[in-house]
């Protein structure tokens, strides 16, 4: 079974630019998660996804940053225009519902420039 | 609001010894407790959970962890260290109403030495 597939694995901008994050759950599972990562730092949840609903996006910067889940499936994450401070870990999980386990993808790490 | 201390962000062990990583959270109300193990480059991986029940829970790897709550501990312990287990360890809270909201620790990196 293939687990949580995000890509790109690496992406390097300049500031100001955009940036989106792409994220595949694994089949079936009906929550979805974003994560930020920073160097030397414990993942912090961003946005929660029941299906294609955000029930949790109380930590998502929403000046620069979106999601979306549309048909309850994959999901992007986009930062427009990126900071040098958004330079960090971004992390994808999926679970079945949300009170079970969570499984995460590689990560995309972003260099802003 | 729940927090999660994880003490010693480097913890370097002999092959074959101890490992002992420790972690003390706070949380209202009663918690749930993980503990992830993350590889260079890869994603987290869950090594255990309490949830409810038997306070002593054997993980993934040989690892195991017991819930104490008099302590607000849950730290994570191997008999015998592996050169493989060298990794970053996050300990991670949720309360028992909000499983999926994870609020993790700074992490643990974790060195094997022969």
């Known amino acids: 079974e293939a687990g949580v597939v995000q890509s790109p694995r690496y992406k390097i901008i300049e500031k100001k630019q955009p940036v989106a994050f792409w994220c595949n759950p694994i089949?079936?599972?009906?929550?979805l998660y974003w994560y930020l990562q920073n160097l030397g730092q414990g993942p912090e949840l961003l946005i929660r996804?029941?299906?294609?609903?955000?029930?949790?996006d109380s930590q998502l910067p929403k000046d620069r940053f979106s999601a979306e889940r549309l048909k309850g499936v994959d999901s992007t994450l986009k930062i427009q225009p990126a900071e040098l401070g958004d330079s960090a870990v971004y992390l994808c999980?999926?679970?079945?519902?949300?009170?079970?386990?969570?499984?995460f993808g590689q990560g995309t790490r972003l260099t802003v420039v | 609001a729940q927090s999660v201390t994880q003490l010693g962000s480097h913890v370097s062990v002999s092959e074959g010894a101890l490992v002992l990583l420790r972690c003390n959270y706070s949380?209202?109300?009663?918690?749930?407790l993980f503990w992830y193990v993350q590889y260079p480059n890869q994603g987290l991986q869950l090594l255990l959970k309490?949830?409810?029940?038997?306070?002593l829970v054997k993980g993934i790897n040989g690892f195991e962890a017991e819930f104490k709550k008099s302590e607000t501990s849950f730290h994570l312990t191997k008999p015998s260290a592996h050169m493989s287990d060298a990794a970053e360890y996050f300990c991670?809270?949720?309360?028992?109403?909000?499983?999926?909201?994870?609020?993790f620790g700074t992490g643990t990196r974790l060195q094997v030495t022969l």
């Open positions: 996804y029941e299906n294609e609903e955000a029930v949790d």
């Open positions: 089949s079936g599972h009906n929550t």
């Open positions: 309490y949830t409810t029940g038997a306070t």
């Open positions: 991670a809270v949720s309360d028992a109403g909000t499983a999926s909201k994870l609020t």
């Open positions: 949380s209202s109300v009663p918690p749930y």
């Open positions: 999980a999926s679970s079945l519902r949300w009170d079970t386990e969570a499984f």
